[in-house]
């Protein structure tokens, strides 16, 4: 490679061997009295490498800029490539009453401050009379070491299922939902769930201890369906720990509840003939809501939170808008709940009587002194329940008159859903 202007001919024969030599030190000592501006001079059109940037370093401490720089670790797709973590694990045989194999290893976990930390995990593989040999139990523990050792596994937190539903699931998640799935959420975590489940970490929570946990409950007097409303509260609260890396998976999503039992209590149902009985023993304004819920079907909160405005008695239309759980004025159940509903005439009739002149449209069909929304407990105790007491029939709620409907409006009374159409009601 040519040099730059003339030089010596002993730096120029030691220049001229300057690409072949590999030492930088004896680079160095060989470019050290040669012009800066001369050393490796590449043509500044670079014509025969085309695209090559070629940056000069200090010669003088005998290292070349290359060299000079901090190694970096290699990254991919934008981050950074951790080491592939092994573990080999141990095994040990425990002698207790009933002898077992028990392994131990490392695992990386999150802890609380966010940083990656160790923790060593001990877990049974099985008694020595059911693995045997030692071979056997290191099979086992093979397998159940491939989910740290296939190079895909996610360290996992450490935090206990109550700081996780305090400090993450509530603030987030629970703000988001209706009213009342929100106060049977914090009766469920509460009342079951955080005292079981609330010391345990995240990642230890296993499908069998859940299994166990129900089985517990039914077993100890709670209704079947209670159960399994507590095992949907776990399996919808452990998602966004799964959404935020500090689970792997959900293990409430294939638990098994007990087997439900065949043999239940019989409900108390009432003829028509009975349903009109207790209608008329009844006071105004229970008497119409009473009877609202009877010809119509719709929810004991969507008659509180009924307006005049929604109620179109000229082409007997009802509109259903809101609904009110506990004081609170929410939207109704789903999307399809909020609907337009044809009106009977006694339907009609029962309304006519409650309007008066100085109704206003925002104003309640049946409201307070002060125009609240009457609260659903005061009339199932004060009115429905006083006029069970007295014509001795069995008691039913709010949620069994909605469905009186099927039965007054569908012909032979073996329908399934409230009636839709003037047809079927007049």
């Not at 709940?337 to 925002?362: F, G, M, N, Y």
Request: hydrophobic fraction near 40%; proline fraction near 6%.
């Amino acid at each position: 490679m040519p040099l730059d202007g003339p030089r010596s001919g002993g730096a120029a024969a030691s220049a001229s061997f300057l690409g072949v030599r590999r030492h930088p030190e004896t680079i160095g000592g060989t470019a050290a009295g040669l012009p800066l501006g001369q050393i490796l001079g590449f043509p500044t059109d670079n014509a025969f490498l085309p695209g090559l940037s070629v940056s000069v370093g200090d010669f003088s401490s005998g290292k070349l800029l290359a060299d000079a720089k901090q190694a970096k670790r290699a990254i991919y797709g934008g981050c950074k490539m951790a080491r592939r973590h092994f573990e080999q694990g141990s095994l040990f045989k425990r002698e207790t009453q009933k002898n077992v194999w028990v392994a131990r290893w490392w695992e990386q976990v999150i802890n609380a401050d966010g940083s990656i930390g160790r923790t060593r995990r001990v877990e049974v593989l099985g008694a020595v009379v059911e693995l045997g040999s030692r071979s056997r139990a290191m099979n086992v523990l093979s397998r159940r070491r491939n989910a740290i050792n296939c190079g895909f596994y996610q360290p996992q937190s450490t935090w206990c299922y109550a700081e996780y539903i305090a400090q993450g699931w509530k603030p987030a998640v629970l703000p988001t939902l209706k009213y009342s799935t929100q106060k049977h959420y914090r009766y469920i975590l509460d009342v079951h769930l955080v005292p079981a489940f609330g010391n345990t970490r995240l990642c230890d929570t296993k499908r069998e201890w859940i299994e166990s946990f129900l089985a517990a409950k039914f077993i100890f007097g709670l209704a079947w369906k209670t159960v399994k409303h507590i095992r949907g509260v776990l399996g919808r609260t452990l998602p966004t720990a799964e959404d935020g890396g500090y689970l792997t998976h959900n293990p409430a999503l294939k638990t098994r509840l007990p087997r439900r039992p065949i043999t239940q209590q019989p409900k108390a149902i009432l003829a028509p003939a009975q349903v009109v009985q207790r209608q008329e023993q009844l006071e105004e304004p229970a008497r119409a809501i009473t009877m609202l819920l009877v010809l119509k079907g719709v929810r004991i909160g969507e008659v509180l939170t009924l307006r005049w405005k929604c109620v179109d008695l000229t082409n007997r239309i009802l509109q259903v808008a809101d609904t009110v759980y506990d004081g609170h004025l929410d939207t109704p159940k789903s999307q399809r709940s909020a609907r337009t509903i044809p009106l009977a005439r006694e339907a009609c009739v029962v309304l006519e009587r409650l309007r008066s002149k100085e109704t206003q449209p925002d104003d309640l069909v049946s409201r307070t002194k002060v125009g609240h929304p009457l609260n659903r407990h005061n009339l199932l105790r004060r009115h429905l329940r006083a006029a069970r007491d007295e014509l001795k029939i069995p008691s039913i709620g709010w949620h069994s008159l909605r469905h009186y409907a099927d039965l007054l409006t569908m012909p032979g009374g073996g329908g399934i859903r409230p009636a839709r159409t003037y047809d079927d009601l007049d």
